[in-house]
């Protein structure tokens, strides 16, 4: 006999996998969406002051506006957002300003405050749609309305000055999902609103451990902490004994392919992963198709704005009209909250597949590693950490990699974590590294064979030490564990806010 909750769910399983046949992901289709977006955008900050600093009055098309509106990065969109804090209006927008979306503030400089309106939460909402319609697609046998769902964001806890909220956008998202999929997307809202971790877990499992939970969402390294406390809690070996349908894991924030073996085998077997690339900021890539050897590939979210700037001229800014295939560049992006024309530092690269317009994302401004014209890529240190990982089959939980001076040579100091009282070589485990980076970037094997590089050097430290960092940060929105550090002061300055206490193992 069907009730009319399953009558409801099957019609809007059917809508969604329809949904999704109708989002722009060719390139002719988003072009003509981004003129569409710059009109619509353009008519809603008329008035505004934003609005009469760009002079946007003399921007008549998409294409003109790539060309002559500047790209900003958050310090210049900073006395905006600091006018609108302290209650003018017309700032960056007419309408009133919902919340502030705060960072997660990783680089140890203070969070990020986004000014949101209700467009953009609408455009963040719509985004969630969109993204289940593609995964209605790639996951047919999945009804993602009906099944349980664990999803694990930021706590829904908003704070409020001069009569404003302020929280992680992930929190506030969670305060606004659709009553269909509340009775099934685990925890509660009141179990993600526990502060202390114990008994948030202990809830957790009393509100989920009996029900068919098939997907899971979240940032890795929360999710991970989740699955081991469960296990903890409920004496099992693995989560597939709790959950044997578990599929599909979405994550956000940070690349899956340091966890997916960890995940993998916390869960007692393998999970189809899908990406999702969001920030404070926008709701930007959406998944193309799951990620598999090694690759995520995305589409762009159609309802925002797009420019691009090359990474080996950056002289102007191009339009989607004219970007090439394989060709680095920093992505821009607008959206509905008057951050028109913003500078995400992210780096990313374009592909047609079967005639969609497909990225990867390569990397970050000033990240990477660079001690002597080595150009050290982000993916690059990532492959060896894990070839070095797997090659000498050391538990490896984490690393931060920082320049050292060791014996008057410029060296990369590997600082990894791994259980406490392990007996690990390091001498043998910095030598697997010098190893694999030779074998992955030829410039740096050209520094050391020219002696201008240093060898590699390792730091062993205590993961207890780490586990207890990210267990004070875990609330802060998409809090990402930091990897890399760009000079030795930098790194030195982290660890002695931050995980100075986690004694040196070797």
Known sequence: MFTMDSVVQGLGQKYLKTYANYMSVTRQDLLEKQEDNFKSLKRSLTGTRIYSDLR??????????????????????????????????????KDNVEYFG?????????????PY????????????????????????????????????????????????KYGYISGILSTRVPKALAK???????????????????????????????????????????????????????????????????????????????INRLVGHELNYYGVYAATEGAIGLPYEKFQNGRQRYILNPDLIYSLTPVQNAERNLGLHEIEMGVPYYINIGCPNGLIHYSMKDVITFEEVHGDLVFEFVGRKSTGMNL?????????????????????????????????????????????????????????????LDKEMQRLNGDYKDCRDIDVLGPAQVCLKSADYLQKYFEQNRSRGQFKMKTTFETAEEYITFMRQHIEQGETLQ
């Open 56 to 93: 946007l009055s003399h921007i008549q098309s998409y294409e003109e506006f790539v060309t002559h509106v500047p790209v900003y990065g958050y310090d210049d969109y900073a006395p905006y957002t600091d006018m609108i804090a302290a209650g003018h209006k017309n700032i960056l927008f």
């Open 102 to 114: 705060l960072s997660s503030g990783t680089s140890g400089k203070d969070s990020k405050r986004v």
């Open 117 to 164: 309106n209700e467009r953009m939460i609408r455009m963040f909402l719509k985004s969630q749609k969109r993204i289940a319609s593609k995964l209605s697609t790639l996951e047919p046998d999945i009804n993602f309305l009906k099944v349980g769902r664990l999803t694990f964001g930021s706590d829904p806890y908003l704070y409020s000055q001069n009569d404003i």
């Open 184 to 262: 099934n997307t685990f925890p509660s809202r009141e179990v993600l609103a526990i502060s202390n971790w114990e008994r948030k877990i202990e809830m957790l499992i009393s509100e989920s451990l009996k029900e068919d939970i098939q997907v899971v969402s979240g940032i890795p390294t929360y999710l991970i902490s989740i699955f081991e406390a469960v296990l903890k809690k409920t004496g099992k070996k693995h989560i597939n004994e709790i959950w044997p349908n578990l599929k599909v894991f979405i994550y956000a924030a940070t690349p899956i392919k340091q966890y997916q073996e960890r």
């Open 372 to 432: 002597a014209a080595e150009k050290v890529s982000d993916d690059q240190i990532l492959d060896c950490y894990l070839a070095t990982k797997n090659a000498t089959n050391i538990d490896l939980r984490h690393f931060f990699l920082s320049p050292v001076l060791e014996n008057g040579k410029a060296s990369y100091l590997w600082t990894l974590f791994v259980p406490a009282h392990s007996e690990i070589n390091t001498e043998v485990l910095a030598q697997s």
